[in-house]
């Protein structure tokens, strides 16, 4: 039974692993792509209105044009994600050293600094401009 648990817990360890890396990749790829189909529906929908002769409002073709501004919402919303991003790559390698793997997963423990640091400046901005009274 041991011997069962101990294999079982490697392997939990293993997919936490690759898990949780795979899971940075594809979770801001299907984001990425969905947005993009929304778009298309949305040009789809223009181009058949002009193909029947309707007129577009000024403020929908002014609004496909232009940048979207930062604002705090999306700074938190994105410092939000990086720190989510650094508590996994720290969970990560915790999970690789309570399944006895240590050195393999240390480095994971190395990185997760990184994105918490770029996840508290995001805050940081979020928090500078609700100050500022932007929206």
């Known amino acids: ?8 817990t490697g392997l939990v360890a293993v997919i936490l692993a690759f898990g949780s890396v795979a899971g940075l990749w594809l979770v801001p790829l299907a984001i990425v792509r969905l947005r993009g189909r929304e778009r298309e529906a949305m040009l789809a929908a223009m181009r058949a209105a002009i193909e029947k002769g309707q007129a577009l409002p000024a403020e929908l073709v002014a609004a496909l044009g232009r940048q979207a501004r930062p604002s705090p919402i999306r700074d938190l919303r994105a410092g939000i994600l990086w720190l989510a991003v650094a508590l996994g790559l720290a969970a990560s390698a915790l999970a690789g050293h309570v399944a006895g793997l240590g050195p393999q997963f240390r480095w994971l423990l190395g990185a997760a600094p990184l994105p918490g640091l770029v996840g508290l400046a995001y805050l940081a901005l979020a928090l500078i401009g609700t100050r500022r009274g932007e929206t």
Request: aromatic residues 0%; without cysteine; proline residues 0%.
């Open 1 to 8: 039974m041991d011997a069962i648990l101990s294999q079982l």
